[in-house]
């Protein structure tokens, strides 16, 4: 049996007294009272803690570790229409002053560039309610941190032992990465806000190689990424109704690292897949990244007016669209979400003071909404941000990030058996790998783990050697039935980047298993060969 934690209290949720001990409201009024003293119309502090971890074991042995913390704050101020804004470490209130100081000089200098080159639309933010005195921690029964480093190392160990030890393994890469974030917020309004989240990362990589042949692949555990604590590791065991593995605090290890080498000597074995045109069910552990890609990009509104251009790209669902482009078809409802339960993206105040929510991105198919910061939407006239505006470290000004975009489940809807088996020739493609896109997030292609063909509505052993490719409008339109809710499961990233100079944010992307038809699918050893 695998080790249990010893350490970490379940459902002793509570900002880290660590956090609390460093002066915040102390640091927080001396930069916002000299903000006011300089004519700023808005002004608001930012003091960060984010711990980072990882632990890494190749073949059941440890590889590398690290533990790093990041300090300090920030400080931004609205001026004369523009932004202004400066970061430090020094936590006395001499220094935040000084901060305070140096934000308004950007502001003055950018308000003057700004006025040198003609334009003319000064800054303004949206509406919001204070929120005074609040505080928010995510949803998890022990930290991570909390729980020892040797205890980590020796759970990865011996998960990494059964799978060396099936026939076929060579080699078995293990990592998990953790994160605690404490943030601090306020603002000239009068709104305080202390949070703190939790999330981490664990999976394994199991490589098989053919000695006498050369031929090598390898494929990765599909748990994803969540906003829990160690329980998702050492919680309880057991399966969903849909046998999708997971339990009432973590995921089903056991099933899923037992499966894992036989799959990976049915992989090795397996037949190219012949180009042509498919029906296929994607799995949630797949699905997920399409969305990101294809969604979650294209409906930040900041790459929709062309913020990103020079550096992630735009958007091709532009803001004279909203609420006429056929995104997909009528099945289609996603939404962005800031709040949902274990989500990398769930806050519960954004870094601009705004109570986080849940809204409408694509409903019955069409465009209706996009990802806000309250520049934004008091820009385009859409009313109160949305709560997306996030920054990844102190030293970082906020920008509009992307909430967790989510493919609704249909309610009363299949589940994924009942999909494949109204599928005569197609693929069910399960796991994320490789992916492309284009920088206006509309031609893309995907691969995944391993994909299984589909024949007369049953599974017929595993194809290599695939990628499905489509135009983003054209791939959603084709999605003909959508899993019901035993089918949801909330995958995701630690990693997406965006902003200059750039930023890295952790994202969930709920969805059920989802059919979609007639979709073109690549051999890859083949294009390689062109």
């Not at 704050?73 to 100081?101: H, I, M, Y």
């Not at 098989?208 to 604590?229: K, L």
């Not at 532009?318 to 006429?324: F, H, M, R, V, W």
Request: proline share 4%; with cysteine; charged share 20%.
């Amino acid at each position: 049996m695998p080790p249990t934690a010893s350490a970490g209290t379940p459902h002793s949720r509570a900002v880290d007294p660590q956090f609390l001990a460093y002066p915040l409201r102390t640091l927080a009024d001396a930069a916002l009272s000299r903000a006011r003293q300089l004519g700023v119309s808005h002004a608001d502090f930012r003091l960060e803690r984010v711990r980072s971890a990882s632990v890494r074991l190749r073949d059941a042995r440890p590889a590398g570790s690290a533990d790093s913390v990041q300090l300090g704050f920030a400080v931004r101020v609205l001026l004369d229409g523009s932004w202004g804004f400066a970061a430090g470490v020094d936590l006395t209130a001499d220094a935040a002053a000084r901060v305070a100081e140096q934000a308004v000089a950007v502001a003055r200098l950018s308000g003057g560039i700004s006025h040198a080159a003609g334009a003319k639309d000064l800054v303004e933010l949206a509406d919001e309610p204070v929120h005074a005195d609040a505080t928010w921690v995510s949803a998890y029964e022990i930290n991570p941190f909390d729980v020892p480093e040797a205890e980590k190392t020796a759970l990865l160990a011996e998960w990494s032992g059964r799978l060396l030890a099936a026939k076929g393994v060579s080699h078995v890469q293990a990592n998990l990465l953790t994160v605690q974030e404490n943030k601090f917020y306020a603002d000239t309004a009068g709104t305080v806000t202390t949070q703190q989240r939790i999330r981490l990362h664990p999976w394994l990589e199991a490589t098989s190689v053919d000695e006498q042949g050369g031929a090598f692949d390898s494929m990765r555990t599909i748990a994803p990424p969540v906003g829990r604590g160690w329980e998702y590791l050492a919680g309880v065991r057991g399966s969903s109704p849909d046998g999708r593995g997971l339990t009432g605090t973590g995921w089903d290890w056991d099933a899923e690292l037992a499966e894992l080498p036989e799959l990976l000597a049915e992989k090795m074995k397996a037949p190219s897949v012949a180009a042509g045109r498919y029906d296929l069910v994607i799995d949630p552990s797949n699905l997920w990244l399409t969305i990101h890609e294809s969604i979650g990009h294209a409906t930040e509104l900041d790459r929709a007016l062309g913020y990103e251009a020079a550096y992630a790209g735009t958007s091709f669902a532009t803001i004279d669209k909203l609420g006429s482009l056929r995104y997909g078809s009528e099945l289609m409802h996603v939404t962005g979400d800031r709040t949902a339960e274990h989500g990398l993206s769930t806050i519960g105040y954004d870094d601009e003071g705004v109570a986080t929510q849940s809204w409408d991105l694509v409903k019955d198919g069409i465009l209706v909404g996009y990802q806000l910061d309250r520049a934004m939407a008091r820009q385009q006239g859409l009313g109160r941000s949305n709560g997306c505006a996030f920054a990844d470290s102190p030293a970082h000004v906020p920008v509009q990030r992307m909430a967790n975009v989510s493919l609704q489940p249909a309610v009363g809807g299949p589940d994924t058996a009942g999909l494949i088996a109204d599928v005569e020739n197609g693929l069910y493609i399960v796991g994320d790998r490789s992916w492309s896109i284009d920088m206006q997030r509309y031609n893309f292609q995907f691969t995944g783990q391993r994909a299984f063909a589909i024949r007369n509505g049953e599974l017929a052993g595993q194809v290599r050697d695939f990628a499905y490719q489509a135009t983003t409008t054209d791939f959603w339109g084709s999605m003909s039935a959508v899993g019901g809710p035993q089918t949801y499961v909330l995958g995701g990233a630690f990693n997406c980047g965006k902003a200059q100079p750039g930023q890295i944010a952790a994202v969930s992307h709920g969805c059920p298993s989802a059919l979609f038809r007639n979709v073109n699918v690549l051999n890859t050893q083949q294009e390689a060969g062109h």
